[in-house]
């Protein structure tokens, strides 16, 4: 369901390979003010789908399913970062703004989670809502608490709406050692991409007690990197995660890489989010000449459930088949992917690129069917970003699916559906 995040740890820590300690941050320090930021970040998102059956809750006054949601809306976000005041341990303090506006859905074509909908059953017009958190660095250790954003692979906030969700809570990172990166949080609220409430996300009508959160990520080599992350939330699940990232040049033009990715999860207290025993795990090589991207996957559910999150972030899902619609990850499913990409940098076009993949997934295990349960889903990309003038850094970006799935299938993901999103972004550096 989410955009598949390709080498997120490698790319996180690809520094050098060295154990010697890095130069101190805070020593280069130059205040509060003087090394502050402020941004302003907009994001237009189109977006329909159609339910080739008509959708479950999405009825006309007479009872009769309808098969088509649309949205169309703009959100805009301010961020301003403070730098950290100068001496042994430095001072900041971060703060957003996140505001969205409707700009056409009516009553029975919404619900495809761009607005808040209000008691009349129709998309609000407007929201706002605001938030910060104060932040202390020590050497190249910063520790933050507060509303804020967060990319793990067991517990992120989501940002594939037009607004992104945000966590509540406190969150330690360090980079002492060069390639190494720790961290550590405890988050006791999560707002919803759709609400204003600060603890306004939900999952079996319950929101999140507390997470605390552990990862560790290092570069052993140029090319080969690893990361584990942890995570024990309150009530709901236990989860582990491992990923190694390998790429090696076999030319000035050619690239071989291999991405793996493996989840292991275990309910936990009061089982809020139900039944979780799952095992889930990908493998993902890769093959680049020049503008071209050639990948294959291959990704496998295992245990007595599939694979759960949401109270943890609509993002926590690191694996290669979590693609647009669907995340492949039912009970014993097995699922394969065929991805290909293309950057048109090559071809005198820069900022303009291509991707389209395909994905089958078979061997559901579904109570009370006979039959295996299928599923598989095709998407189409295209994305342009604006290279120099006025508009630069702003990107055009088309995004189609065509999700099916046999009946089995659509009892534990999806029913049949087609998704098109049309999604205008740029960003702007005020300060």
């Known amino acids: 369901m989410q955009m598949m995040k390709w080498s997120v740890i490698a790319l996180a820590v690809a520094a050098g390979t060295s154990q010697m300690a890095l130069a101190s941050s805070q020593s280069d320090s130059k205040g509060f003010v003087e090394d502050s930021s402020f941004d302003l970040f907009s994001r237009a998102l189109y977006m329909n789908r159609d339910f080739k059956h008509g959708a479950a809750g999405n ?132 707002s919803s991409q759709t609400e204003t409430g600060r603890d306004s996300l939900t999952q079996s009508g319950e929101t999140l007690k507390s997470a605390n959160i552990f990862g560790a990520s290092y570069s052993f080599t140029e090319n080969f990197s690893g990361a584990f992350h942890a995570s024990d939330v309150e009530d709901f699940w236990t989860k582990k995660y491992i990923n190694l990232n390998y790429t090696v040049a076999l030319a000035d033009d050619q690239a071989l890489g291999f991405d793996f990715n493996y989840y292991k999860s275990d309910d936990d207290g009061q089982k809020l989010g139900g039944d979780l025993q799952n095992k889930l795990w990908s493998l993902a090589p890769s093959y680049t000449l020049g503008a071209h991207t050639f990948t294959l996957a291959y990704q496998r559910s295992s245990g007595d459930t599939g694979y759960n999150y949401g109270i943890d972030g609509n993002d926590t899902i690191y694996v290669a088949n979590s693609v647009q619609i669907a995340d492949f990850m039912a009970k014993d499913e097995r699922s394969y992917q065929a991805r290909y990409d293309l950057d048109m940098t090559t071809y005198g076009v820069p900022g303009l690129s291509f991707m389209t993949r395909y994905v089958t997934g078979d061997n559901i295990d579904v109570e009370g069917f006979e039959q295996e349960g299928k599923e598989h889903e095709w998407n189409l990309e295209s994305k342009y970003v604006v290279q120099e003038g006025a508009a630069k850094d702003l990107s055009l970006r088309l995004r189609h699916s065509i999700y099916r799935a046999n009946e089995a299938g659509s009892e534990v993901s999806y029913s049949d559906r087609n998704d098109l999103r049309l999604i205008a972004e740029y960003p702007l550096d005020i300060l």
């Open 59 to 190: 009825t006309t006054s007479d009872g009769d399913r309808k098969g088509y949601r649309e949205e169309f809306g703009v959100g805009i976000r301010g961020l301003f970062e403070s730098g950290f005041t100068e001496g042994t341990v430095g001072f900041g303090i971060d703060a957003h703004t996140l505001s969205s506006i409707r700009l056409d859905t009516g009553k029975g074509r919404n619900g495809l989670g761009l607005f808040s909908i209000n008691d009349e059953g129709q998309a609000e017009d407007t929201q706002t809502e605001a938030g910060a958190a104060v932040k202390a660095r020590l050497s190249n250790t910063v520790l933050k608490h507060g509303n804020q954003f967060v990319a793990s692979p067991v517990f992120s906030t989501d940002d594939s709406r037009i607004l992104p969700e945000v966590a509540t809570g406190t969150y330690l990172t360090s980079t002492e050692i060069e390639g190494l990166e720790l961290s550590a949080g405890r988050f006791t609220a999560m």
